[in-house]
């Protein structure tokens, strides 16, 4: 089947892009590992423009709701490997099938950075994790390290501080980073302690995580902690777009229509390498996205 549009992802830039599609009646599937991105992992959201506050979850609630609205073909859970060229069109293959259409929208977000120390692999969801919005509620009354110093290791402690015991965050910089007012929200509360210049070394544990080891000015120590969270950014997903021009960070290039390199083949929100990584920029490039392959589509004709 040749589809007008294949959309990749389904956070925010994916799901606006999916209803401007539908809007403009285009013939497309959405093919998406999960619903919601990065989206689905934030806790406390006050920058969304129309909502003062709401969280990630709920608001990825709202994006989908909309996006059913208007009957949307959505293939989830399924993972793209391989996009190329075919003639005019374009063949997306994934780890459960192959599609053809005659445009494509990549929207496929970032993913988490890991951390390459020992015991990091060995430890995952066995009290490591790298998403406080999923597991937070799994560690009550315990003793957690986040490692990181910006807005996502920020955000895992505000969600964090009302459920665990002690909360370490382990940064590597000199002094924490982020937005001014999660900063002072977290620094503030008795149960958080900041551990600037420190350097993560090894994850180590039985069945479980038990501690974490740091060096710090020189010094290595251990800090016992049943929970891990990993909160060091994220790197773009783009490994599968092998056939887009990227930049050194891995985002694909874009230009202000959201037109990659190859014709036909459109990119847009954290994926790519537009200024700032907010949810309400990668909505409104998800839009423009859209409307950029819908007069595509339309020339091509």
Known sequence: MLYDLIIIGAGPA???????????????????NDIGGQTAWSG?????????????????????EHMKKFDVSVREGEQVAD??????????????????ARAVIIASGKISRQLGVPGEKEFKNKGLTYCATCDAPLFSGK????????????DAALQLIKIARQVYIINIASQMGGDAVMREKVTANGKVKVLNNAQVTAISGDKMVTAIKIKQEGKEREIPVEG?????????????????????????????????????IFAAGDVTDVPEKQIIIAAGEGSKAALSAFKYLSHKR
Not at 14 to 32: E, L, N, P, Q, S
């Open 44 to 64: 406390d959201i006050e920058n969304y423009t129309g909502y003062q506050f709401v969280t990630g979850p709920d608001l990825v609630n709202k994006f989908e």
């Open 14 to 32: 994916g799901i606006t892009a999916a209803v401007y599609a539908a809007r403009k009646r285009m013939d497309f599937v959405v093919i998406t």
């Open 83 to 100: 996009i190329k060229k075919k003639g005019g069109d374009i063949i997306v293959k994934t780890d459960k099938g192959e599609y053809e």
């Open 143 to 154: 003793d957690v390290a986040i490692i990181g110093g910006g807005n996502s290791a920020l």
């Open 228 to 264: 891990i969270f990993v909160e060091i950014g994220l790197s773009p997903n783009s490994g599968f777009a092998k056939v887009v021009e990227t930049n050194e960070q891995g985002e694909i290039k874009v230009n202000c229509r959201n037109q990659t390199n190859v014709p036909g």
